[in-house]
């Protein structure tokens, strides 16, 4: 599945989530669905029918994810890179759209953020304060992910992060 969708799905809660994913993406039938989530039939299908309306509805609050072609995709993370690695913040913001938004979630491992950071100047600030915080301890590099090219972070030698634009 894309990052974009599955961010999507993050709006959902994991009872509606397994219940959309159950019935769109693995052809279940509505009883299945019941069974699986514990709850009778028509719950069910009131469950998909919402989890439905609350995707179109996300979706349609965010912009259209735009396909940058892949080569394109790279060149621009390489100087991300190369801005992020020397501690070039306009560089760094340069890069970013003002209409960007970064969110993160370290699966309960790590700090998670609340709510996503919007806007080329907060998305700036930090991967600005990880360059003052780790400095040469800070490794990137890219990886090809679901397709697309992804940023990998590693601090002192460990992948701390995977990010996917």
């Known amino acids: 599945m894309?990052?974009?969708?599955?961010?999507?799905?993050?709006?959902?809660t994991p009872e509606a989530r397994a219940a959309f994913l159950l019935r769109e993406v693995f052809e279940a039938d509505y009883e299945q669905i019941a069974v699986a989530i514990g709850k009778n039939e028509a719950s069910a299908r009131q469950i998909?029918?919402?989890?439905?309306?609350?995707?179109?509805?996300?979706?349609?609050a965010n912009r259209q994810h735009v396909r940058?072609?892949?080569?394109?995709?790279?060149?621009?993370?390489?100087r991300l890179i190369k801005a992020i690695t020397r501690?070039?913040?306009?560089?760094?913001?340069a890069l970013l759209d003002e209409?960007?938004?970064?969110?993160?979630?370290?699966?309960?491992?790590?700090?998670?953020l609340r709510s996503a950071l919007s806007g080329a100047r907060r998305i700036a600030q930090l991967y600005y304060a990880h360059y003052l915080r780790h400095g040469d301890s800070m490794r990137l590099e890219l990886a090809l992910l679901n397709g697309e090219w992804a940023l990998l972070r590693?601090?002192?030698?460990?992948?701390?992060?995977?990010?996917?634009?």
């Not at 894309?2 to 959902?12: E, K, N, Q, R």
């Not at 209409?99 to 998670?112: C, H, I, K």
């Not at 601090?155 to 996917?164: D, G």
């Open 2 to 12: 894309s990052i974009a969708f599955l961010v999507l799905l993050d709006c959902l």
């Open 48 to 60: 998909v029918h919402r989890a439905k309306q609350r995707l179109v509805k996300a979706r349609g």
């Open 68 to 78: 940058t072609p892949p080569q394109e995709q790279y060149a621009l993370l390489r």
């Open 87 to 93: 501690g070039d913040f306009d560089g760094i913001r």
């Open 99 to 112: 209409e960007a938004a970064l969110m993160g979630d370290f699966g309960g491992v790590g700090p998670s």
């Open 154 to 165: 590693y601090l002192h030698e460990e992948l701390e992060s995977v990010q996917a634009f």
